[in-house]
C-alpha cells in the first residue's frame, strides 16, 4: 500500500513565477494538510483540505492556495514567488483515528 | 496561541551515551503529544506519541513521558547509536484538529 506520495521531488522557480505541487494521500485517507519546512526550522501549517474545501488555515499569505479533488489527492500552488518561499514542502494525509502520515516533501527553490 | 519549544541544538554525543531532548509546549485544549525523526533527505516519521497526562510513548528504545503539571514532553535514550543521528521534531495536536505544531527542532549527531 502506498503511503503519501508527492510530486515533483524537487523544484526551482525564478521570483514571481508560479508553482503547483502535487499530493496523493495514503490510501483511506480523506484529510489533506501541507506545511512548510524553511531551511533549519520546524514545519509550519499552511492549509488542511477536507471534503474538496479548505477546513483550517495557517498564517499564511493569499499568495499560497490549493484544491482538493474527489479522489482526495491535493495540490499546492504558489503565486508570485519570492525568495523566501524557498523551502521543503510536505504533504501530510490523515482520516480520524488514523495518525497522520507525511510525504517525502518537495524541495523549492526560489532563484 | 499553541506552541512547542524544544531545546536548542545541535547536540553531538558519542555512541552509548545517555540523551535526552527538551520539550515544552504551551496549548488552550488538551494536547496529543508527538516525537517526530527526519534523517537527512528524507520526510518526517512518527517516533512515539502519548494522548493524555502521565503516559509514556516508547520505541526503539527511546522514550517520552507527558506531563501536564510541567507542560514538558522531553525525549529520552539510555545508548544512543550512531544510527539515532537525524533532526527531532518535538509536536503537539488538539484532539480532532489533525493539525501538527512543531517546534524547531534538534539536530543530533552521535559520533562513533
Known amino acids: 500500500d502506498a503511503g503519501v506520495t508527492q510530486s515533483p521531488t524537487h523544484l526551482i522557480k525564478t521570483r514571481g513565477q508560479q508553482v503547483t505541487l502535487r499530493c496523493s494521500p495514503k490510501s483511506g485517507h480523506d484529510t489533506v494538510s501541507w506545511y512548510q519546512q524553511a531551511l533549519g526550522q520546524g514545519p509550519q501549517f499552511i492549509f488542511q483540505y477536507y471534503e474538496e474545501e479548505e477546513r483550517q488555515r495557517g498564517n499564511f499569505p493569499d499568495r499560497f492556495s490549493g484544491h482538493q479533488f474527489p479522489n482526495y489527492s491535493s495540490e499546492l500552488n504558489v503565486n508570485a514567488l519570492l525568495l523566501g518561499d524557498s523551502a521543503l514542502y510536505l504533504c501530510?494525509?490523515?482520516?480520524?483515528?488514523?495518525?497522520?502520515?507525511f510525504g517525502q516533501g518537495t524541495r523549492l527553490t526560489v532563484v | 496561541g499553541d506552541s512547542v519549544t524544544q531545546m536548542e541544538g545541535p547536540v553531538t554525543l558519542s555512541e552509548e551515551a545517555f540523551l535526552t531532548i527538551n520539550c515544552t509546549y504551551t496549548a488552550t485544549g488538551y494536547p496529543s503529544l508527538f516525537w517526530y525523526v527526519q534523517y537527512p533527505g528524507e520526510g518526517l516519521q512518527l517516533l512515539l506519541k502519548?494522548?493524555?497526562?502521565?503516559d509514556k510513548g516508547s520505541n526503539k528504545g527511546f522514550e517520552a513521558t507527558y506531563r501536564k503539571e510541567t507542560t514538558s514532553f522531553h525525549l529520552e535514550k539510555g545508548s544512543v547509536q550512531v544510527s539515532d543521528s537525524a533532526v527531532y521534531f518535538c509536536a503537539l495536536n488538539i484532539q480532532g484538529a489533525q493539525k501538527l505544531v512543531f517546534g524547531q527542532g534538534t539536530r543530533l549527531t552521535i559520533n562513533p
Open positions: 501530510a494525509s490523515s482520516w480520524v483515528g488514523e495518525r497522520i502520515r
Open positions: 502519548a494522548t493524555k497526562a502521565d
